[in-house]
């Protein structure tokens, strides 16, 4: 299991940082988000040597700026695009044009072993994402505009979840992520000082440049590489 962080606004040299969410699992070939700004994306994704054509899957948590921003530039036929159903027709539309859009409403596998929470949230809808891995869930959120407690809720269901990376923005009830084993807030999150104040040996900061890489299959520690 790896995750590359695109889009972020920290960064190490070279990569270009602003606010959004964007990351890549290399093993699934998806893109999750895109950030706002292509020329930043397309720039992060090169230095990771990613092409658009490379990517299978987009999975779009939920239709803010900074998070679909860079989808235009990233589209092509041979992509499948997973947008939450309650996004704007137009939108769709657009999208379809290039590429191949399916839409999601409720939980469900939309490809072996990666499932979608289905929108949830009442003002603000959002899909979120889960990789089922031998050694338990890896979640993916972008800003977790519903709250984290229905997310974990959807995908429990599903498995035990053991890591959690993405925007967690106004999370504050630090003890559901008791018995998390990989914490990683990024984005909007307000309360990360909290959660590294709470589970140190859990919480990783990681910017853009960085891949997230499970060491082992026992072992579910994560390595900044
Ligand atoms: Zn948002
Ligand atoms: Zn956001």
């Known amino acids: 299991m790896k995750l590359q962080l695109l889009y972020d606004d920290e960064g190490v040299g070279g990569y270009g940082?602003?606010?959004?969410?964007?990351?890549?699992?290399?093993?699934?070939?998806?893109?999750?988000?895109?950030?706002?700004?292509?020329?930043?994306?397309?720039?992060?994704?090169g230095k990771f040597g990613i092409t658009p054509d490379k990517i299978e899957r987009i999975f779009i948590s939920h239709s803010h700026w900074d998070h679909i921003g860079g989808l235009s530039e990233v589209l092509?036929?041979?992509?499948?695009?997973?947008?939450p159903a309650s996004?704007?027709?137009?939108?769709k539309e657009e999208i379809?044009?290039?590429?191949?859009?399916?839409?999601?409403?409720?939980?469900?596998?939309?490809?072996?072993?990666?499932?979608?929470?289905?929108e949830l949230?009442?003002?603000?809808?959002e899909q979120s994402l889960a990789?089922?891995?031998?050694?338990?869930?890896?979640?993916?959120?972008?800003?977790?505009?519903?709250?984290?407690?229905?997310?974990?809720?959807?995908?429990?269901k599903i498995?035990?979840?053991?890591?959690?990376?993405?925007?967690?923005?106004?999370?504050?009830?630090?003890?559901?992520?008791?018995?998390l084993e990989v914490i990683v807030p990024l984005h909007c999150t307000e309360a990360s000082e909290e959660i590294f104040a709470t589970y140190p040996e859990q919480t990783f900061r990681a910017v853009v440049g960085t891949t997230i890489a499970k060491t082992g299959e026992e072992d579910w520690r994560l390595s900044w590489i």
């Open 17 to 45: 940082t602003g606010w959004g969410v964007s990351c890549y699992l290399p093993e699934l070939k998806l893109l999750f988000d895109t950030g706002w700004d292509s020329t930043i994306l397309l720039n992060n994704m």
């Open 76 to 83: 092509h036929p041979g992509v499948t695009v997973h947008l």
């Open 87 to 91: 996004i704007s027709e137009h939108l």
């Open 96 to 118: 379809n044009a290039r590429a191949e859009v399916v839409e999601e409403s409720s939980r469900r596998e939309i490809t072996g072993g990666v499932w979608t929470s289905g």
């Open 121 to 125: 949230g009442e003002e603000i809808k």
């Open 131 to 156: 990789v089922k891995t031998g050694s338990g869930l890896f979640v993916l959120t972008g800003c977790a505009h519903p709250g984290l407690p229905p997310i974990f809720q959807t995908f429990e």
């Open 159 to 179: 498995g035990k979840i053991k890591a959690l990376v993405g925007g967690f923005h106004d999370f504050s009830k630090l003890p559901l992520l008791r018995g």
